[in-house]
């Protein structure tokens, strides 16, 4: 901790020194490295004050805002072969420094009275292994009222976990085990990173929580790890390439990697290529385009996109005017207006930057470490409850797709298709516990 506000204080040196000079390289260099170094102080802040938990919302929040909005720009400075136009950078680094000093505020400021405990609303019990079963039956019906495989993946993972983390029996383990499985192996029609990531991380917490506290060097070979599986699932989006006839050609795998992502001479151009490809770099520049254009050339939406959670129950047929969701405006605005099938977000920054210019950043980022230090500070309450348990593990596996952006889509699809049926869930298996016990006694 001390050696962060030694290195933090050296880049504020030259951040002050840049802008007594107007010197944009030592301006750059010094925004850049101040940002990352306040980043990582509040993580690790964060980790020491929550007990040496990698997994609390403060943490998690902090982390996925580094991977979005300013990893990218060190990526830039590691791998850059040609030299870097700061002018088109430095809008966007003040805008995520202002971000970061707002949230510090937000976690300062922001006092959640504590509680000594919260309703029982569930009983914990041993149906849950009845309900991925459920859906699976269900599974086909679900898809014609909306749901796809990745949703329904989702709540088999979550109710696995819970069965398996609720029985000591190996037998009802290996099962809940091999649903985990095919939640993973229906869900591959869609090619989902959210859902792969979301499960990813489901699935950590719980072992985080209920087998072993993961140490720190496990958790940064965990996210190596991870950032190589995106770039991997990233290049498979192009997978039809790689089958021959119905089977998979290992052989032309094995070639097209080589020639993408050179492994015997891993140079800077090869390393900025994979970077490019986990998505970072790529929604840090849809950021850095919003910052740099608005209000200059496109105006401000003052909070248009927000609107989304009045009117998402209104139909467009009634209501023709209604506005579109962040991540298709964006392609709309800024790259091809007449785009049907391609979707883009700015990131949670740009949404707010568009919204509303610094002060949106501002007030969005102070509500962002209330709300991340209220659901932090009651965690250890809602460990003991299946419900409170589960609804904790939605918003925690949530953080990661707020970062990307349109946070009101995000808000509904996640409240429609996770909350809700979490909750039906819920309901169904209190109704089964109360019948039982009614026919017991």
Request: negative net charge; proline residues 5%.
């Given at each position: 901790m001390p050696a962060f506000g030694a290195v933090?204080?050296?880049?504020?040196?030259?951040?002050?020194?840049?802008?007594?000079?107007?010197?944009?390289?030592?301006?750059?260099?010094?925004?850049?490295?101040?940002?990352?170094?306040?980043?990582?102080?509040?993580?690790?802040?964060?980790?020491?004050?929550?007990?040496?938990?990698?997994?609390?919302?403060?943490?998690?929040?902090i982390i996925f805002f580094f991977f979005y909005h300013?990893?990218?720009?060190?990526?830039?400075?590691?791998?850059?072969?040609?030299?870097?136009?700061?002018?088109?950078?430095?809008?966007?680094?003040?805008?995520?420094?202002?971000a970061i000093l707002s949230f510090e505020a937000g976690l300062i400021l922001f006092r959640p009275r504590r509680l000594s405990a919260i309703p029982a609303l569930a009983v914990n019990n041993m149906f849950q292994l009845s309900i991925p079963l459920i859906l699976v039956v269900a599974g086909p019906f679900m898809g014609t009222i909306g749901f796809g495989s990745a949703q329904i993946g989702f709540l088999i993972v979550l109710f696995a976990l819970l069965a398996m983390k609720d029985s000591r029996d190996l037998p009802i383990r290996i099962i809940c085990i091999i649903f985990v499985v095919y939640?993973?192996?229906?869900?591959?029609?869609?090619?989902?990173?959210?859902?792969?990531?979301?499960?990813?991380?489901?699935i950590l917490i719980f072992y985080n929580y209920y087998v072993r506290r993961l140490v720190l060097i496990e958790f940064l070979l965990i996210s190596i790890i991870a950032l190589f599986l995106l770039f991997i699932m990233a290049f498979l989006r192009g997978y039809d390439q790689l089958f021959e006839g119905e089977a998979f050609a290992f052989s032309r795998f094995?070639?097209?990697?080589?020639?993408?992502?050179?492994?015997?001479?891993?140079?800077?151009?090869?390393?900025?290529?994979?970077?490019?490809?986990?998505?970072?770099?790529?929604?840090?520049?849809?950021f850095r385009?919003?910052?740099?254009?608005?209000?200059?050339?496109?105006?401000?939406?003052?909070?248009?996109?927000?609107?989304?959670?009045?009117?998402?129950?209104?139909?467009?047929?009634?209501?023709?005017?209604?506005?579109?969701?962040?991540?298709?405006?964006?392609?709309?605005?800024?790259?091809n207006p007449h785009s049907v099938h391609y979707s883009n977000s700015p990131l949670l920054l740009g949404e707010l930057y568009w919204n509303g210019g610094y002060l949106g950043v501002i007030l969005g980022m102070l509500l962002s470490a209330a709300m991340v230090k209220w659901v932090c500070r009651y965690r250890r309450l809602v460990s003991s409850n299946n419900l409170y348990f589960s609804l904790y593990i939605v918003f925690l596996t949530t953080l990661p797709l707020f970062m990307r952006g349109s946070t009101a889509t995000i808000t509904i699809h996640v409240i429609t298709v996770q909350i809700v049926p979490t909750l039906l869930i819920f309901l169904f298996l209190n109704l089964l516990s109360y019948n039982r016990r009614r026919s017991l006694s």
């Open positions: 933090g204080g050296g880049f504020f040196v030259v951040l002050v020194l840049g802008l007594a000079d107007g010197n944009e390289k030592l301006l750059f260099s010094g925004l850049a490295g101040l940002n990352t170094a306040i980043c990582l102080h509040q993580f690790l802040r964060s980790f020491q004050n929550e007990e040496r938990d990698i997994f609390n919302p403060i943490s998690i929040f300013v990893m990218p720009v060190l990526a830039l400075i590691a791998t850059s072969s040609e030299p870097i136009d700061i002018a088109a950078y430095m809008p966007a680094l003040w805008v995520t420094f202002a939640a993973l192996y229906i869900s591959r029609s869609e090619f989902s990173r959210a859902f792969i990531l979301q499960s990813g991380l489901m094995v070639t097209y990697m080589n020639n993408f992502f050179i492994l015997t001479d891993f140079t800077p151009a090869t390393a900025s290529r994979f970077l490019r490809t986990t998505d970072f770099p790529m929604a840090y520049e849809s385009m919003v910052v740099e254009n608005v209000p200059r050339n496109v105006d401000y939406l003052f909070g248009e996109t927000y609107l989304k959670y009045l009117l998402f129950v209104v139909p467009r047929d009634i209501y023709p005017d209604k506005p579109i969701d962040l991540h298709t405006l964006y392609v709309h605005v800024f790259l």
